[in-house]
């Protein structure tokens, strides 16, 4: 029942949560942006998970240049690639009757907020400009960065169109052609322009 002597209760529990928002807002304001921290450089990295179990299963880095190296256990350890870094992952695996996956991507490390693909054992993913699954294909893709490195250059830095071209020659069946450093310097100067 009510009383028309006692005057009605208001409730300010909404009030007060707006107004302990707004003085945590201002409080955040003053402080300014946060400052980067080691942890928050690390997430920009692409992560690869490396693991090597002696004829049975190697996943290793053919070619890139590792930003990060952190060992965790004896078999396995985890490398970083910055942002449009170029590496080559290797995935390699056997049972007793004889190897069961041979694998390798040619990568291509993202920024955050690009779109990227996702590949096992690589976080958050990348850019794929190459994938070649079983062991003879998988071996033309070697002899192709062979024949890069013979040509004086560092697979990291080839033109990235020559990566799909190997892929792509290599599912059709055909031999890919050759990286020439006349090639590798068209690619650079278009790099250049591009800007």
Same mark, same amino acid.
């Given at each position: !029942?009510?009383?028309?002597?006692? /005057?009605?209760?208001?409730?300010?529990?909404?009030?007060?949560?707006?107004?302990?928002?707004?003085?945590?807002?201002?409080?955040?304001? @003053?402080?300014?942006?946060?400052?980067?921290?080691?942890?928050?450089?690390?997430? @920009?990295?692409?992560?690869?998970?490396?693991?090597?179990?002696?004829?049975?299963?190697?996943?290793?880095?053919?070619?890139?240049?590792?930003?990060?190296? @952190?060992?965790?256990?004896?078999?396995?350890?985890?490398?970083?690639?910055?942002?449009?870094?170029?590496?080559?992952?290797?995935?390699?695996?056997?049972?007793?009757?004889?190897?069961?996956?041979?694998?390798?991507?040619?990568?291509?490390?993202?920024?955050?907020?690009?779109? =990227?693909?996702?590949?096992?054992?690589?976080?958050?993913?990348?850019?794929?400009?190459?994938?070649?699954?079983?062991? /003879?294909?998988?071996?033309?893709?070697?002899?192709?960065?062979?024949?890069?490195?013979?040509?004086?250059?560092?697979?990291?830095?080839?033109?990235?169109?020559?990566?799909?071209?190997?892929?792509? @020659?290599?599912?059709?069946?055909?031999? /890919?052609?050759? =990286?020439? !450093?006349?090639?590798?310097?068209?690619?650079?100067?278009?790099?250049?322009?591009?800007?």
């Amino acid at each position: !029942m009510n009383d028309p002597a006692r /005057p009605a209760r208001i409730d300010f529990s909404g009030f007060e949560a707006t107004l302990r928002r707004k003085a945590a807002d201002q409080e955040a304001a @003053r402080r300014g942006p946060p400052v980067p921290t080691a942890i928050a450089d690390q997430s @920009r990295l692409t992560e690869v998970e490396l693991t090597w179990i002696e004829q049975r299963l190697e996943h290793w880095i053919r070619f890139g240049r590792i930003a990060q190296d @952190r060992i965790l256990t004896r078999k396995t350890r985890v490398v970083g690639f910055r942002p449009g870094a170029i590496f080559a992952f290797v995935r390699w695996a056997a049972s007793d009757f004889g190897t069961i996956v041979s694998r390798i991507d040619v990568v291509r490390a993202i920024a955050p907020g690009d779109p =990227y693909t996702t590949l096992p054992f690589v976080r958050p993913g990348g850019d794929i400009l190459l994938h070649v699954e079983s062991w /003879p294909k998988v071996q033309q893709v070697l002899a192709a960065i062979d024949a890069v490195e013979a040509a004086g250059v560092d697979p990291c830095d080839a033109a990235v169109d020559h990566w799909r071209h190997v892929h792509n @020659r290599i599912a059709a069946g055909h031999q /890919p052609r050759p =990286y020439t !450093m006349e090639r590798h310097r068209a690619w650079l100067k278009r790099r250049e322009i591009e800007g």
